[in-house]
């Protein structure tokens, strides 16, 4: 009896997989080029998706030789970019990364839903990251204003929108607002974030406010010159 080539196929699929999301370093790095695009660099895909640089190179090495990323460019400098003809591209990584994306927006979605009329004709930005605080895994959300709100507003809106996004999550969330003037001033701004990766979930992104507000040198230009859009 002959062997079943459907049957086949899926077994070969199923093994690929497997070798894909052995690790999370891997998993996170074809997140990573997914929402930044091709021809990212190592370095790049290291600092946005917070791995570490070994692990990074590691799990770049394994991915090309399963033929799901290209390395382009020349020894000393290139790039990679996601195969979008590999026989999981379009039935594993897309459908996964594309979840996530939806679930950025709903997030964006309940926060918008969550201020107020004023509030939101000032909203210039929502970002979050998340980082590891002892042993548990922590959502940080930033409300950005372009113009000053009061305290008692800011107050308001962040315990609005932290109730509105744990109920979707069903895990605490961490909300903080801040206006253009806080952030030029770094009113509290990087030690809030603690130097995560931001990703943008609605509006501006933090290079370009940067570069509006003229902040172009030392270390919140640096902060903010790294950010992952994903929604």
């Known amino acids: 009896m002959g062997s079943n080539p459907t049957l086949s196929a899926i077994l070969y699929k199923m093994k690929l997989a497997n070798l894909l999301f052995s690790t999370h370093a891997k998993i996170d790095v074809l997140r990573t080029i997914y929402f930044a695009g091709d021809g990212i660099s190592g370095r790049k895909i290291s600092l946005l998706g917070e791995i570490n640089p070994r692990s990074c190179q590691l799990a770049l090495q394994e991915l090309e030789s399963l033929k799901i990323i290209y390395k382009n460019g020349s020894r000393r400098r290139h790039s990679f970019s996601l195969n979008r003809e590999h026989p999981l591209y379009k039935e594993l990584l897309e ?19 969550a201020l107020s009329q004023k509030e939101s004709d000032s909203l210039v930005s929502i970002w979050s990251f998340e980082r590891k605080e002892k042993g548990e895994r922590e959502i940080g959300i930033i409300l950005l204003f372009g113009a000053d709100i009061s305290p008692k507003e800011a107050a308001s809106s962040e315990k609005r929108a932290s109730s509105r996004v744990r109920e979707l999550l069903k895990t605490p969330v961490k909300v903080k607002s801040f206006t253009l003037k806080d952030l030029k001033e770094d009113s509290g701004f990087r030690n809030f974030t603690q130097g995560a990766i931001i990703r943008v979930l609605f509006g501006e992104r933090p290079e370009d406010i940067a570069r509006d507000l003229g902040i172009n040198r030392g270390p919140l230009h640096y902060f903010l010159s790294k950010s992952l859009y994903v929604s």
Do not use: D, H, N
């Open 95 to 113: 459908p996964l990364f594309e979840g996530e994306r939806k679930l950025y927006q709903e997030i964006a979605r309940a926060v918008t839903g």
